[in-house]
T-cell receptor, first 113, second 115 residues
Framework: DAKTTQPTSMDCAEGRAANLPCNHSTISGNEYVYWYRQIHSQGPQYIIH???NNETNEMASLIITEDRKSSTLILPHATLRDTAVYYCIVRAPGSGNTGKLIFGQGTTLQVKP | DTGVSQDPRHKITKRGQNVTFRCDPISEHNRLYWYRQTLGQGPEFLTYFQNEAQLEKSRLLSDRFSAERPKGSFSTLEIQRTEQGDSAMYLC?????????????FGPGTRLLVL
């Protein structure tokens, strides 16, 4: 699975959009980009995933560049409850793949009032 | 609540004792994963099951660790002769594995402290 690079930490003002970048320059054609977040002392929470196209759900939007070497997770209106560590993970699906997630250090997002 | 559940949520034990954790996955999820997370680090993969078969074990899983998923539903993770280095959060995740992609959903974790 491709390695990802994320900034260690970011701040965001409450009510503003939080844009969290992730680099995955060695991503393969069949690898998906997954985002999870982990609020202090809780289990990781699935946010969103995508392959090529931009994706949006009730939690966030995922923008993947055309060359797929980087992506951005967007929380449109950050709240204090969005303060967490955000993990960007690249993983190939399908048979023969264990499916295990390889977590990096993630980005600690601090939403400030 | 139909999410992944884990029991107990917290466990304090003395070095050398055995501990067992339980994970109940989301109903009908055929894959179940165990991860371990130490302070300040991201979760690390330990092992996973597809139905009742244990298909992969990490090198992190020493011979003191054993996991089972006897009927393809809930799973247990046992640590024998605990050591202080076993202190960590133990996370369980489940997924419905298909041909193209799967999404893992995590439980709240069991926090283990070995004294």
């Amino acid at each position: 699975d491709a390695k990802t690079t994320q900034p260690t930490s970011m701040d965001c003002a409450e009510g503003r959009a939080a844009n969290l970048p992730c680099n995955h320059s060695t991503i393969s054609g069949n690898e998906y980009v997954y985002w999870y977040r982990q609020i202090h002392s809780q289990g990781p929470q699935y946010i969103i995933h995508g392959l090529k196209n931009n994706e949006t759900n009730e939690m966030a939007s995922l923008i993947i560049t055309e060359d797929r070497k980087s992506s951005t997770l967007i929380l449109p209106h950050a709240t204090l409850r969005d303060t967490a560590v955000y993990y960007c993970i690249v993983r190939a699906p399908g048979s023969g793949n264990t499916g295990k997630l390889i977590f990096g250090q993630g980005t600690t997002l601090q939403v400030k009032p | 609540d139909t999410g992944v559940s884990q029991d107990p949520r917290h466990k304090i034990t003395k070095r050398g004792q055995n501990v067992t954790f339980r994970c109940d996955p989301i109903s009908e999820h055929n894959r179940l994963y165990w991860y371990r997370q130490t302070l300040g680090q991201g979760p690390e993969f330990l092992t996973y099951f597809q139905n009742e078969a244990q298909l992969e074990k990490s090198r992190l899983l020493s011979d003191r660790f054993s996991a089972e998923r006897p009927k393809g539903s809930f799973s247990t993770l046992e640590i024998q002769r605990t050591e202080q280095g076993d202190s960590a959060m133990y996370l369980c995740a489940s997924s419905l594995w298909g041909r193209y992609q799967e999404t893992q959903y995590f439980g709240p974790g069991t926090r283990l402290l070995v004294l």
